[in-house]
């Protein structure tokens, strides 16, 4: 399994400035459970006495298995930025299943779990506590990818040629900047638009436009904080908006600031940290 190859920040805001407050690991699945799972991550943090520190994550279209210490459950996709404040010393593991690859698990509409966490007990029949108790205790991360795939092996579904069908639909939503409306990703995969969001809401759980939505403002995301400020007019075009103010809209309601306002929060803390 590869750890620690060189992953985009996928929605990890500030990834730079969070880096240096936690590790973030990422760990590719066993061929067996790989046609479902994209991969797993491990979160390690250790934040001095009376600190925290919020890291912000922009959703994706993915269902993610969570152990966390008295928390686990599974996540579907999240509409908003989600913040989780660090503090203290602490670890959280997750299976990022691939988009559409925990329906086969679950055989419920993946819409069900947008914002409506699951128990793991109600899937894979286990306390969620020792559950806890054992992977959390291990200081080795391949050992917890042992014990995530010792608990996704014995209910292994039958493998559902529709999630790879789902897989390069989004693949191309994320790569492709012309793709811009449902009906373009719809005609580009031979399926009529109330086709693929019929799709969509059984087995990734948001809709095809929130996608096309998210993938563009995480491009524009990840553009500011590798140049800095933007240009919002130059940025939206490149982006396939025609609209500015459409863009500026767009892009607050998932990141919850104006680009402008996102770009000098990040050189401000820079600054900040300069001088300190």
């Not at 730079?16 to 790989?34: V, Y």
Request: charge should be neutral; charged fraction near 25%.
């Amino acid at each position: 399994m590869n750890a620690n190859i060189p992953w985009p920040s996928m929605g990890v805001l500030r990834m730079q400035e969070g880096s240096r407050r936690f590790r973030l690991t990422r760990h590719d699945p066993s061929e067996e459970l790989a046609f479902f799972v994209k991969h797993y991550w491990v979160v390690r943090w250790d934040v001095p006495d009376g600190a925290t520190y919020p890291q912000e994550v922009l959703p994706n279209p993915c269902v993610n298995l969570v152990v966390e210490r008295g928390k686990s459950a599974i996540f579907g996709p999240s509409k908003q930025k989600f913040t989780y404040p660090l503090h203290g010393r602490g670890c959280v593991f997750g299976v990022k299943f691939k988009p559409g690859g925990f329906h086969p698990f679950s055989r419920r509409p993946a819409a069900h779990l947008t914002d409506q966490p699951l128990s793991i007990g109600s899937v894979f029949g286990v306390n969620a506590g020792e559950l806890e108790d054992a992977m959390l205790s291990e200081p080795e991360e391949s050992r917890m990818i042992e014990l995530a795939e010792a608990l996704l092996r014995p209910k292994l579904p039958p493998r559902d040629e529709q999630v790879p069908f789902i897989g390069r639909i989004v693949d191309r939503i994320r790569e492709d900047r012309s793709l811009t409306r449902v009906d373009q990703a719809a005609d580009a995969f031979g399926l009529s638009v109330r086709g693929l969001q019929r799709l969509f809401h059984q087995y990734v759980g948001v809709t095809p436009k929130w996608v096309i939505q998210l993938y563009r403002l995480h491009n524009a995301a990840e553009a500011m904080e590798q140049s800095g400020p933007p240009d919002s007019l130059e940025l939206s075009m490149e982006l396939g908006y025609h609209d500015q103010a459409h863009f500026i809209k767009d892009f607050k309601a998932i990141v919850g600031r104006t680009p402008e306002q996102h770009a000098k929060g990040r050189i401000g803390r820079e600054e900040a940290e300069k001088s300190s």
